[in-house]
């Protein structure tokens, strides 16, 4: 089993920034993959960054250049650092952890507001 705890959501204005955490617990298979994946009003979730436990990564078009993803503290901490935030950016943010095979799992969410 995998734990996710995520943190840092919040109300901010356009062009602002925000830093999403997330820490990991529990059995954590060594070669896993994390990431943040969004869900806005009446949309389906979509991916927004992942991160492999070899620290490569992806982004969805619409944040490359502006969002962030790394990982630290014995690589079960991951954040996603969102700058030049956009009122389209608003959505629940997850956290997901892929346990290389051992399954799949998702934190509770943390909603992110950008007014305009």
């Known amino acids: 089993q995998v734990q996710l705890v995520e943190s840092g959501g919040g109300l901010v204005q356009a062009g602002g920034s925000l830093r999403l955490s997330c820490v990991a617990s529990?059995?954590?298979?060594?070669?896993?993959?994390m990431a943040w994946y969004r869900q806005a009003p009446g949309k389906q979730r979509e991916l927004v960054a992942q991160?492999?436990?070899?620290?490569?990564?992806n982004y969805v078009d619409s944040v490359k250049g502006r969002f962030t993803i790394t990982r630290a503290g014995a690589k079960n901490t991951v954040y996603l650092q969102m700058n030049s935030l956009k009122p389209e950016d608003t959505a629940v943010y997850y956290c997901?952890?892929?346990?290389?095979?051992?399954?799949?799992?998702w934190g509770q969410g943390t909603q992110v507001t950008v007014s305009s």
């Open positions: 991160i492999t436990s070899g620290g490569s990564t």
């Open positions: 529990g059995t954590i298979f060594s070669a896993n993959t």
């Open positions: 997901r952890c892929d346990n290389g095979g051992l399954g799949i799992y």
